[in-house]
């Protein structure tokens, strides 16, 4: 696993420097609004968003103004994103913590999220950066269609490759690509260049969902078990798919049923990630992992050699190589 600290070097100045704008950004007069925003910047993630960002910046030219107000921008509308997701999945833990529902409630979460999306508006309209503006809401847009697009699939158990390819390149890569395609577009109007970063940016973000899901069938936690989150939810991810595809028609149609049916025990988690096992599920999404990151890694290869791709590359590296 690569120290993130090192993969941080080329940029560590510049994401010091866009940790004020984000919380300049977020200021209100509103008493409990400081409260609850002081909350989230205390658990705050590992910013691997703004790190793709600037070192997408940083890969194709110098870093500017416009960097600093992309990656503002992109951490606004995202962290609405999750207010309002938390809201909508009833989770009520983000990061290993309280989620802002789970102290403050729904109704106040949902608010706060509106906030965050008022706030990313008006930085890039402030700004007059409205090409950056419809990459985001783009993003944004990819996002929510995503998520829809998943529990339609879900609810009629729709077992298919390319349906779940959609499905991430939609929820997952979009956003990832929001950031690369932003990094570069605040430094450069070079087309080639664009469309390069944004399918380095899809590609990094498709082996990351893939690993995600991976996730759900590999053992973990305290008691060593796979958590089954997906199995749960009835979802259909890749290990499963592939799975499938492998198995006779018999085990397919009892699998399938066993997912579906309404009752998340132990015992039905445990015999469904035995059949993704027995059945290769693993074994063929490591291989479509290691495709999605090598094409990210190839189109790297194109640009000249400098700290910033260096970095990218051991990122992408960290981001698929992660064990939780």
Known sequence: MNDLSLIKKPVEAEIEEFEKHFRNSIISKVPLLEIITNYILRHKGKQI??????????????????????????????????????VVDESYERRNHFSINAIWKSKIAVLVGDFFLSRGLLVAVRDNEYKL??????????????????????????????????????????????????GAQSVTDNIEVLKKMKMFGTYTGIAFQIKDDMFDYQAKGIIG????????????????????????????????????????????INE?????????????????????????????????????????????????????
């Open 49 to 86: 968003r703004p790190l793709f960002l600037f070192l997408s910046a940083k890969l194709v030219g110098n870093i500017n103004k416009s960097t600093y107000t992309a990656a503002t921008l992109i951490e606004l509308l995202h962290t609405a994103t999750l207010l309002h997701d938390d």
């Open 133 to 182: 503006l419809e990459t985001v809401s783009e993003a944004v847009k990819e996002m929510s269609e995503g998520e829809l697009l998943q529990i339609q699939s879900s609810k009629k158990s729709i077992i298919d490759i390319e349906n779940y390819f959609d499905i991430i390149q939609k929820k997952t890569a979009s956003l990832i690509a929001s950031c690369t395609t932003c």
């Open 225 to 268: 078990k796979p958590i089954g989150n997906d199995i749960k939810e009835k979802k259909f991810t890749l290990p499963l798919i592939l799975a499938l595809k492998n198995a006779s028609e018999k085990e397919k149609i009892y699998i399938v049923r066993l997912v579906n049916k309404n009752e998340n025990s132990t015992a039905k």
């Open 272 to 324: 469904i990630v035995q059949f993704v096992l027995q059945n290769n599920g693993l074994t063929e999404s490591e291989n479509f992992l290691m495709e999605y990151k090598n094409k990210a890694l190839n189109i790297l290869d194109e640009f000249s050699d400098n700290e910033a791709k260096k970095s990218l590359k051991l990122l992408v590296e960290y981001v698929i190589d992660r064990n939780k």
